[in-house]
């Protein structure tokens, strides 16, 4: 399965935890991206700070790696 493939199945899981959507999400921002490129959100964007930091958290990751 190729990392496109891989990322659409994602969008359908039945359930996935929160935890789990972030840590999708900061891998797949690492992957297509590279490393984050915006600056943090505020203390009161709760669900924007929470990806960005997913996001950050990668920081450095090689994109190919992610992808694979």
């Known amino acids: ?3 496109a493939t891989a990322a ?3 969008q359908t899981l039945p359930y996935c935890s929160d935890d789990d959507k ?3 999400y900061g891998l ?3 992957a297509t991206v590279g490393d984050v ?3 943090k959100p505020g203390v009161l964007d709760v669900k924007g700070k929470a990806k960005w930091e997913a996001w950050n958290g990668r920081k450095g990751w ?3 790696d992610i992808a694979k």
Do not use: G, P
Request: proline share 0%; aromatic share 12%.
């Open 37 to 39: 490129n915006t600056a």
């Open 1 to 3: 399965m190729d990392f």
């Open 62 to 64: 090689v994109s190919l």
């Open 8 to 10: 659409a199945e994602v």
């Open 28 to 30: 797949y921002k690492q």
């Open 22 to 24: 972030l840590c999708l």
